[in-house]
């Protein structure tokens, strides 16, 4: 079985301060997504990554992608109280992208003003 | 609008109880799914639609569970004989195609609740 493992779970922060969310696998994924999700919302993609030790930037927000594809982090430079939300990463164990995706259980992130 | 819809948004029902749960994905999408979120845990992946057939119910936990998309646009999750480990957000997301390296578009999702 296919799974991801965020770390760590909680996070509760100062505004201004920086902090990574990792998450990690022993398996492949042929691309891997972050979702943010607020409380009765549905996830929000944030970024997709496809290529092992691909970096992408957004905004505030830098993801990094491993080089051997089974491990991720979320980098968030400057936390704002509007950053505070659920953080999932999301993996597609498969070869063809079908949107199967497994999820890691979750970084929650209060960042607090 | 123009996001995925879910209906209801809360249904609350007793064990044993039969319960239907509805997408209706973002027009013209193809592709349409099925995941169920536990309290503080991520979503979790059940069924998944490409127009009317189910291209994969490996999710699926048992044969209570069946889901349909007959016209190959809205879906229903159906439950049969509901137990209290059902308890859970169950999330619908649709994509315009089957390659997903762009984005899953999820719903706000239905609580159910199962007494």
């Known amino acids: 079985t296919q799974l991801l493992e965020q770390s760590p779970q909680f996070l509760s922060i100062q505004e201004g301060e920086n902090l990574t969310v990792y998450c990690n696998s022993s398996?492949?994924?042929?691309?891997l997504q972050w979702y943010r999700q607020e409380p009765g919302e549905g996830p929000v993609l944030l970024v997709t990554?496809?290529?092992?030790?691909e970096v992408k930037k957004l905004k505030r927000l830098t993801f990094q992608f491993g080089d051997a594809r089974k491990d991720s982090s979320l980098h968030i430079t400057a936390a704002q109280p509007g950053d505070t939300g659920l953080y999932l990463c999301?993996?597609?164990?498969?070869?063809?992208?079908?949107?199967?995706?497994?999820f890691g259980q979750g970084t929650t992130l209060q960042v607090k003003p | 609008g123009a996001g995925v819809s879910q209906t209801p948004s809360n249904k609350v029902t007793e064990k044993g109880k039969y319960v239907e749960l509805r997408c209706d994905p973002i027009?013209?999408?193809?592709?349409l799914y099925w995941y169920r979120q536990s309290l503080g845990q991520g979503p979790e992946f059940l069924i998944y639609?490409?127009?009317?057939?189910?291209?994969?119910d490996s999710g699926l936990p048992n044969d209570r569970f069946f889901a349909v998309r007959p016209e190959g646009s809205v879906s229903t999750l159906k439950i049969q004989r509901t137990e209290r480990g059902d308890s859970a957000v169950y999330l619908c997301?649709?994509?315009?195609?089957?390659?997903?390296?762009?984005?899953?578009?999820f719903g706000e999702g239905s609580r159910l609740t199962v007494l």
């Open positions: 398996s492949v994924f042929s691309s």
């Open positions: 027009s013209g999408h193809t592709a």
């Open positions: 990554v496809v290529t092992g030790g």
């Open positions: 997301a649709s994509s315009p195609t089957r390659d997903v390296t762009g984005e899953l578009f």
């Open positions: 999301a993996g597609d164990p498969g070869s063809s992208n079908t949107g199967k995706l497994i």
């Open positions: 639609f490409q127009g009317t057939g189910a291209a994969d």
